[in-house]
């Protein structure tokens, strides 16, 4: 499974940025996606999934600032970042597992940085 994520970038305090994660398997409806997200010197932590039902997840820290939606004819996640904070500043990774499935995957990662 091969993940590409893109559409991080530098960003002021408040603004907004879309990643967008698009996979080459075959049947993009069952696996359940994601992002997480790893900051310097921190371990890699969730911040949002969707189900292969579209059932959603988030963080706490990124609840009613962050969307994550999918587009299962495109093969693809979004991650809608909003009111973004210093905070946010990390390396965003997609994720991706098939259902009934253990194994996870990963994407290559994408920087997303605030200032302040």
């Known amino acids: 499974v091969q993940l590409q994520a893109s559409g991080g970038g530098l960003v002021q305090a408040g603004g907004s940025l879309r990643l967008s994660c698009v996979t080459s398997?075959?049947?993009?409806?069952?696996?359940?996606m994601g992002w997480y997200r790893q900051a310097p010197g921190k371990q890699r932590e969730l911040v949002a999934t969707?189900?292969?039902?579209?059932?959603?997840n988030y963080a706490d820290s990124v609840k009613g600032r962050f969307t994550i939606s999918r587009d299962n004819a495109k093969n693809t996640v979004y991650l809608q970042m909003s009111s973004l904070k210093p905070e946010d500043t990390a390396v965003y990774y997609c994720?991706?597992?098939?259902?009934?499935?253990?194994?996870?995957?990963w994407g290559q990662g994408t920087q997303v940085t605030v200032s302040s």
């Open positions: 398997v075959a049947t993009f409806s069952n696996y359940a």
């Open positions: 994720w991706s597992r098939r259902r009934f499935s253990s194994a996870d995957h």
């Open positions: 969707i189900s292969s039902g579209g059932n959603t």
